[in-house]
């Protein structure tokens, strides 16, 4: 499985930007699939997940209400969308794949970077205050 981020960029805090996962695989649709972030100095830590049936989604408590998780099966893609942004919210953004097949976990299971088997290359965030 190869999982391709694109949609970094520089930004002015309060403003948007939309992170795409691009991934190849065959059973893309059977992924739960996850974002996390690193952050200058600091430890990858979970931003968002979304379950292999994209109904049930996770968040970190500092994104919540602002961003969102998806996915389009039929593109392989599964893609972060970040309002009101912070500068506390710059960092590198992974996307990671759970290729372990369809299950009913819950968000401790999505949150840890382990339960990941596949990882982007990560893109870039920056804002600026």
């Known amino acids: 499985v190869q999982l391709q981020a694109s949609g970094g960029g520089l930004v002015q805090g309060g403003g948007s930007l939309r992170l795409s996962c691009t991934a190849s695989?065959?059973?893309?649709?059977?992924?739960?699939m996850g974002w996390f972030r690193q952050a200058p100095g600091k430890e990858r830590e979970f931003v968002a997940a979304?379950?292999?049936?994209?109904?049930?989604?996770f968040y970190t408590d500092s994104v919540k209400g602002r961003f969102t998780i998806s996915r389009d099966t039929a593109k392989n893609t599964v893609y972060l969308r970040m309002n009101r942004l912070k500068p506390e919210d710059t960092g590198i953004y992974y996307c990671?794949?759970?290729?372990?097949?369809?299950?009913?976990?819950?968000?401790?299971?999505?949150?840890?970077?382990?339960?990941?088997?596949?990882w982007g290359q990560g893109t870039l965030v920056t804002v600026s205050s």
């Open positions: 990671a794949a759970d290729t372990a097949g369809p299950r009913y976990l819950g968000s401790d299971y999505y949150a840890e970077p382990g339960t990941y088997e596949y």
């Open positions: 695989g065959r059973t893309f649709s059977s992924y739960a």
């Open positions: 979304i379950r292999w049936s994209g109904v049930s989604t």
